[in-house]
Every structure is written in structure tokens, then in C-alpha cells.
């Protein structure tokens, strides 16, 4: 089997909960990861820049990676497939979609989350 690349896993990972035929360990593991990387409780603060983003950073991949352990290996294979002539292949074509998600939602999220009203009357914090 090739190596496959964690671009053609994510997607397919994720449609993986709706399936009937992956094991509910795999995607209550899923889910985890993608609730932890939502919620706003955090093992690390977010608030404190740079370092509050270190635990997302290795929790939601280590449950995703524990999540794609746990399938079987059937499944497993299905969604790794990486063929030779993935230029022409949608799945490709669609991680720039996915990308440019990603770029919105978090544009948004700092837009929803901006500097609140008092910062901008009293700059200096005093």
C-alpha cells in the first residue's frame, strides 16, 4: 500500500461519520477531536498568543490519528488511496476548496472576536 497523504485522509476521514460500516470508537474519537478544537476550554489558554494553540495542535491530530488507527483495515485503505494520476482528480482539486474554507471561517472567527468597544475608547489600558 502507498504512503498516503494526509490530504486525501482528512476528507475522507471526516465523511467517515456518516458511514454505517466504521466502528463508533472511531468516530467518537473523531468528534472529540473536532469539539476540543471548537470549545473554548482549552488545557492552554488561547489568550495567551502563541502557546494557547500549542495543545490544539497536538490534541486534534493525535485523536484524529488515533481516530484512523482504530478503522478497520478495509476502510483504512479506501480512504488512503492515493492514486498516480491524482492531478486530475477532483479529491485534489478540492483541498483548495478546503483551504480557502479554513481561510474564511477563521477570517471570521477574528472578525466575531475582534478588540471589544472599550479597548478602542481607552487604548492605553488605564
Not at 472529540?32 to 490534541?59: E, F, N, Q, R, T
Not at 491524482?86 to 471570521?108: D, E, Q
Amino acid at each position: 500500500m502507498a504512503k498516503a497523504s494526509v490530504w486525501a485522509i482528512i476528507p475522507n476521514l471526516l465523511r467517515s461519520l456518516f458511514r454505517s460500516d466504521v466502528p463508533i470508537r472511531s468516530k467518537i474519537l473523531l468528534v472529540m477531536g473536532i469539539v476540543y478544537l471548537v470549545s473554548p476550554i482549552d488545557l492552554l489558554p488561547d489568550v495567551i498568543a502563541g502557546i494557547g494553540w500549542i495543545d490544539d495542535l497536538v490534541i486534534v491530530p493525535l485523536l484524529g490519528w488515533l481516530s484512523y488507527r482504530s478503522l478497520p483495515p478495509p476502510i483504512k485503505e479506501g480512504m488512503a488511496t492515493d492514486s498516480p494520476d491524482s492531478a486530475n482528480n477532483p479529491a485534489t482539486s478540492r483541498k483548495w476548496l478546503y483551504l480557502v474554507v479554513l481561510i474564511v471561517v477563521l477570517i471570521g472567527i477574528g472578525l466575531l472576536t475582534g478588540p471589544d468597544e472599550s479597548f478602542l475608547k481607552n487604548p492605553s489600558g488605564g
